[in-house]
């Protein structure tokens, strides 16, 4: 290399870490080459396009892998937690096949998706398979007396 390129290559290594603070753990922690969608936060207005998204990608996962309806049924999205393990897979399946990754990714990933079979089995009960059949969802109005939460909540209970 000659002196004007080692300059140059200085200079942008400069520039890269002139903003870089060791100390700041406030950084992104999103996988190379995927972003994780957050479900429980995620904003009506980029509701669409995560849906969207995901859809295109459990359509082609099922296809690909051939993975039956009664594992993955045609309503999954109406199933909460399906479209969690879902969701999960979808973005560790970007990280693992980005341009980035050193070449386990996709390895990684097939052993993930080997893992989340068996996860389906508890995020879907089955039932499904001849039309959606709505779960009834947990609910906490009533289940918790607030006086003996109360009362149990002014106790550390470590013993």
């Known amino acids: 290399m000659t002196d004007e390129t080692d300059a140059a290559y200085e200079a942008i290594l400069a520039a890269e870490l002139a903003e870089w603070d060791p100390g700041d753990r406030r950084g992104n922690s999103a996988p190379l080459g995927a972003a ?6 995620l904003p009506d207005a980029q509701a669409a396009d995560a849906w969207r998204d995901l859809r295109d990608w459990v359509e082609w996962l099922t296809i690909r892998y051939d993975i039956p309806v009664t594992s993955i049924p045609d309503c999954w999205w109406k199933h909460g937690a399906l479209v969690e ?16 990754d050193s ?28 039309g959606h059949q709505p ?15 109360d009362a149990w909540t002014r106790q550390s209970h470590a013993q």
């Open 36 to 41: 994780v969608v957050n479900w429980k936060e």
């Open 85 to 100: 393990e879902l969701s999960a897979l979808h973005t560790a399946h970007r990280a693992s096949f980005d341009a980035s």
């Open 103 to 130: 070449g386990y990714g996709p390895i990684g990933w097939h052993e993930r998706l080997a893992q989340a079979r068996g996860r389906w089995r508890q995020a879907y009960a089955g039932g499904c398979t001849h």
């Open 135 to 149: 779960q009834k969802p947990r609910s906490w109005s009533s289940a918790t007396d607030e006086q003996e939460w």
